[in-house]
């Protein structure tokens, strides 16, 4: 991992794949995480590697949303903290600071390294310490979603459950759509424009998750500073899903057929 | 693994899975193999999951191309071996019967954990257990491949150092190249049809291995049983790589576009 020099054209992706490869070495990430990581870079590299325009129109309104929201929680499983923890606990500082842990394959083990993993706080993230942020989803996780496996539908009251607003970076189908069948607004973060998350969610972010968090959080900062009413934040979280899915599946097309 | 029903839409797709994490699990698979499993899972779901018109018509090239080798050799790495062991057994009975194995992480357990998956032979292959296959590699890696690093490029004089024609399933781009300008005809199977190695290779047949090989197998046996001059062999070796190409990326931009 500190092998790769930065001037290596690939050199971030190489970066995140040794994050992946470390999380799943620490029992952060199980197995499938991996295999779901490797997915997740051949998107990327079809979109060129770089945040679309549809992705960065998504961050817009997804900050709108956020800020309108009551009760927002982040959804946070094996890969998305092993990519971007940093980048998640500072977003959630700009929100209500929950942020709650989601496993594909929950077991206890992985629950505590997760929860080590947030204390330890190797990186020294100065927003986790100074307590702005609420790990749900560990202790808590004591009510069920509708429609989802027993132990993957287990969710906070605190968190999810009463959410209106849940971002998911790195969800699967299964449970982003039962998030939207509960009646909240779900905000998917997912390089995959065909998937069944990016397909059911409210607001599809079609980006790598370290490139689009820091925008979404810088957004936020953004909007915040503009002092804007409620209707007006309504206006600029409108969003045409399908339509901005399409734009990104074109680009990758564009991106691939052109010599 | 076993418990995916036949009838999952992706039955296929998610029994593959199953392999890479049994072969993960057995100190065959580094971990950067699942994440490579991950990216060709994508570019498999891109392409439709199914063998392209392009495909079938580089496996005809193929067939004639190996049949015509003076000394064909077919390398293998963790993950064609934990994806297709027995049809790649199968395939070389047809051929010389060699098979040489070339990690990318080569490590001296993971070659002893290889040999002892060919020779343990759980799915009682009748081809290896007759002695037809030759396994390069391992204990004769004494060869150096230029431009390639020392422990990468460690290949086998009776194998791929002197072989003419090489088919390299899921070769990674620098070894490919390599191999190609060491003068030998490179017939590489690869999912991604931007890859390094399936641009630089002779002919790259891109389609999932369990697939595919069974098919290059088959038209083999059809052609021994045609009994062409060379001529006409030659003939049908003949093949445009970039116009192949080209047309499986029309093939997934019509996929990812169409309704």
Do not use: W
């Not at 496993?103 to 997760?114: H, M």
């Amino acid at each position: 991992m500190s092998m790769v020099p930065k001037s290596h054209p690939r050199y971030k992706s190489l970066l995140n794949r040794g994050k992946v490869v470390e999380a799943f070495e620490s029992g952060i990430l199980a197995k499938g995480g991996l295999i779901a990581h490797g997915r997740g870079e051949t998107y990327d590299y079809l979109i060129g590697e770089k945040t679309p325009k549809a992705a960065e129109e998504a961050i817009k309104a997804s900050a709108a949303m956020l800020l309108l929201a009551k009760n927002p929680v982040i959804s946070v499983n094996g890969n998305s903290i092993a990519l971007a923890k940093d980048e998640l606990i500072d977003l959630a500082t700009e929100l209500n600071g929950k942020i709650e842990v989601n496993l594909f394959y929950r077991t206890t083990e992985r629950e505590q390294k997760i929860k080590e993993f947030f204390e330890k706080n190797e990186s020294n993230n100065e927003n986790y310490k100074n307590n702005k942020i609420i790990l749900l989803g560990i202790d808590d996780a004591n009510k069920q979603m509708p429609n989802v496996d027993h132990l993957r539908g287990k969710v906070s009251e605190a968190g999810i459950y009463t959410a209106d607003v849940v971002l998911v970076p790195l969800e699967d189908g299964d449970r982003a759509e039962a998030l939207v069948e509960m009646g909240k607004q779900v905000i998917a973060i997912d390089l995959n424009p065909l998937s069944r998350t990016a397909q059911k969610s409210t607001i599809t972010i079609v980006d790598e998750l370290t490139r689009c968090i820091p925008l979404l959080t810088e957004e936020i900062i953004n909007l915040k500073q503009k002092n804007l009413s409620n209707n007006e934040l309504k206006q600029i979280s409108e969003f045409d899903n399908k339509k901005a899915l399409n734009k990104v599946l074109k680009l990758i097309s564009d991106n691939i057929t052109t010599e």
